[in-house]
């Protein structure tokens, strides 16, 4: 294989052996071709500065996510930089946590025509709630959001373990479709929900915060970068 050096400067290499080759190298590849201009780095940074106020001044946060905060026994949990949040409060005996990531606000699967025409397409969030015992043992229920009034989430799968190292497994059974399942079992489960605070309003949180997550940690990004340009 070629030395780095030599392959970038795309120049045809003679066939030389030990110190000649050690010695070709700076002929070969002059310095400005080996380094990145500085004004190119600070060309970069004025433009993520320009993104960055253009950002900070399209940002504003929804309704949604003050009002449930304030009014919510969950208590929310996140860290900077990572793309992962939850909410957690301890119920009876049982530790009740809601997960979920932050979403892209652009669908690149979105018909542009009909995204032309004013109709703004609902994108659901995918999140997971699990009750678990001070054991280990527990059930988790995958969710996504919907649309509606009355009832804002499905339940996919009904995931039940017995050791947290059988629910952190990847090959260990998903449970089954949540539709599957006898209706009555369907109703208690989901009145089950409900009393542990699963509701439109916690629905309506996760959906506005995995969108402003998103862009906090955008801005973020911005930011990062543009002070590795700056030095």
Same mark, same amino acid.
């Given at each position: 294989?070629?030395?780095?050096?030599?392959?970038?400067?795309?120049?045809?290499?003679?066939?030389?052996?030990?110190?000649?080759?050690?010695?070709?190298?700076?002929?070969?590849?002059?310095?400005?071709?080996?380094?990145?201009?500085?004004?190119?780095?600070?060309?970069?940074?004025?433009?993520?500065?320009?993104?960055?106020?253009?950002?900070?001044?399209?940002?504003?946060?929804?309704?949604?996510?003050?009002?449930?905060?304030?009014?919510?026994?969950?208590?929310?949990?996140?860290?900077?930089?990572?793309?992962?949040?939850?909410?957690?409060?301890?119920?009876?005996?049982?530790?009740?946590?809601?997960?979920?990531?932050?979403?892209?606000?652009?669908?690149?699967?979105?018909?542009?025509?009909?995204?032309?025409?004013?109709?703004?397409?609902?994108?659901?969030?995918?999140?997971?709630?699990?009750?678990?015992?001070?054991?280990?043992?527990? !059930?988790?229920?995958?969710?996504?959001?919907?649309?509606?009034?009355?009832?804002?989430?499905?339940?996919?799968?009904?995931?039940?373990?017995?050791?947290?190292?059988?629910?952190?497994?990847?090959?260990?059974?998903?449970?089954?479709?949540?539709?599957?399942?006898?209706?009555?079992?369907?109703?208690?489960?989901?009145?089950?929900?409900?009393? !542990?605070?699963?509701?439109?309003?916690?629905?309506?949180?996760?959906?506005?915060?995995?969108?402003?997550?998103?862009?906090?940690?955008?801005?973020?990004?911005?930011?990062?970068?543009?002070?590795?340009?700056?030095?």
């Amino acid at each position: 294989m070629l030395p780095r050096v030599l392959r970038a400067c795309g120049t045809a290499v003679p066939k030389v052996t030990g110190f000649k080759q050690q010695a070709l190298r700076p002929l070969l590849c002059p310095v400005q071709q080996r380094c990145f201009s500085l004004s190119s780095a600070a060309k970069v940074a004025k433009d993520l500065q320009a993104e960055i106020g253009h950002e900070e001044e399209q940002y504003q946060q929804a309704k949604e996510i003050k009002k449930f905060l304030e009014s919510s026994n969950f208590k929310f949990v996140e860290t900077e930089g990572d793309v992962n949040m939850h909410l957690e409060r301890e119920v009876g005996d049982k530790l009740v946590k809601v997960e979920w990531q932050l979403t892209s606000p652009f669908d690149p699967t979105a018909d542009v025509e009909g995204d032309q025409e004013g109709g703004e397409e609902y994108e659901a969030t995918d999140f997971c709630i699990t009750l678990e015992s001070k054991s280990g043992a527990g !059930v988790s229920f995958y969710c996504s959001t919907q649309t509606g009034e009355d009832h804002r989430y499905v339940i996919g799968n009904v995931k039940s373990f017995a050791t947290v190292e059988e629910k952190e497994s990847v090959s260990s059974y998903n449970g089954p479709e949540f539709e599957d399942i006898d209706e009555k079992l369907q109703g208690s489960f989901d009145e089950l929900l409900a009393e !542990v605070g699963v509701n439109a309003e916690l629905c309506d949180f996760i959906d506005a915060m995995a969108l402003d997550k998103e862009q906090r940690e955008y801005l973020r990004w911005l930011r990062n970068v543009k002070d590795i340009m700056e030095k």
